[in-house]
């Protein structure tokens, strides 16, 4: 979840999808990052009341803060969706948003607060003081002796490769992260120079969304021999296509892609940022489908799928901007609505 490529244009990228980009206003996003206007705008009319996500498990609907966070990095990366960027951070900081998803009482955990760190830093938010929480002395508490992040709660310990890089970049931007959390980041990799995703297994088997998201927490720690060595793992398990798969996957995906695409450029490592970028703007959704699925990056080559649509087309966007998790800023952002325009 940085950008530096070549890459095709957006007339290209139109032309492919069988139509023409309209914006409304004229189109004023990150002209260095083809599709992403199309893609913010369509993720943004996604959300509930205009603010923010949720998930239906079982017909109960719960709010989907991590969802929503997903959404305030992709606009900032694409430089657009001002507004509802700013809306989602707002809802986030609701008091029974915010601690249904950190942890309330006793209960602590370390991902949901690293994130929510790194959203608030993102749209420049002090996160020692956010919605009257201060994340970066709560993450301080999670820190064992070993350098790990890890949950405090009664439901046991979810902390992983994903929680620890998150903590670490969010804390690469507020004064520094902790020495002993970054060389306990470096003892997990496997000797493929990949990363796993869980800690402490008998058998390391490096994992490509963890090893995308290490190497950018890496990187932003001055890392950059450890961050080569998963890159050069990363590169050797590219498809020809640019896309990745996920772990224990046999064909490649948005999400793991963009975090991917997103580590190469993050690493200026062009080349393979640009395959991946390429990848993904094979999956956006066109003039060939219905209105209300335009502009949305699907999953993978199956096609657009209402249940993954969301996360794949903000993960998908990181993969198309031009700017690491370590840089990420919605400063500057505009408010640009691009549509597409179909012939007949």
Not at 235 to 243: D, E
Request: overall charge positive; charged content about 15%.
């Amino acid at each position: 979840m940085s950008r530096f490529r070549a890459r095709a244009t957006v007339l290209f990228l139109t032309a492919a999808l069988g139509c023409t980009a309209a914006a409304v206003p004229a189109l004023t996003a990150n002209a260095s990052a083809p599709g992403t206007p199309l893609a913010t705008g369509w993720l943004a009319a996604q959300l509930v009341q205009g603010n923010h996500f949720v998930s239906v498990y079982d017909k109960v609907t719960s709010p989907a803060q991590g969802e929503t966070i997903d959404a305030v990095l992709a606009f900032a990366a694409a430089k657009d969706q001002n507004t509802a960027g700013a809306k989602a951070i707002s809802w986030l900081k609701e008091p029974a948003v915010l601690s249904g998803y950190i942890g309330a009482g006793t209960e602590s955990y370390v991902g949901a607060t690293a994130k929510l760190a790194l959203a608030a830093e993102v749209r420049d938010y002090n996160p020692t003081h956010f919605g009257n929480v201060n994340l970066i002395a709560r993450l301080g508490k999670l820190l064992t002796k070993s350098g790990r992040y890890s949950d405090h709660s009664a439901y046991g310990d979810y902390s992983n490769a994903f929680s620890q890089a998150l903590a670490i970049i969010a804390l690469s931007r507020h004064g520094g992260a902790p020495a002993k959390a970054v060389s306990f980041l470096i003892s997990s990799e496997c000797k493929n120079g990949g990363y796993p995703l869980d800690f402490a297994q008998k058998k390391c088997a490096s994992d490509t969304d963890a090893t995308a998201m290490d190497v950018q927490a890496l990187l932003a720690t001055g890392q950059r021999s450890a961050a080569l060595r998963g890159l050069k793992w990363l590169a050797s398990v590219q498809r020809s296509n640019g896309g990745f798969d996920a772990a224990g996957a046999t064909s490649p995906n948005a999400n793991t892609t963009g975090l991917a695409g997103e580590a190469f450029a993050a690493a200026g490592q062009s080349h393979e940022a640009a395959l991946a970028a390429k990848f993904l703007t094979g999956l956006q959704i066109g003039c060939s489908a219905p209105s209300t699925e335009r502009g949305a990056l699907a999953y993978d080559k199956t096609g657009y799928n209402v249940s993954t649509a969301v996360d794949a087309t903000a993960q998908g966007i990181l993969g198309l901007a031009d700017v690491s998790l370590a840089k990420l800023s919605s400063l500057g952002s505009s408010n640009t609505t691009t549509k597409l325009v179909c012939a007949g």
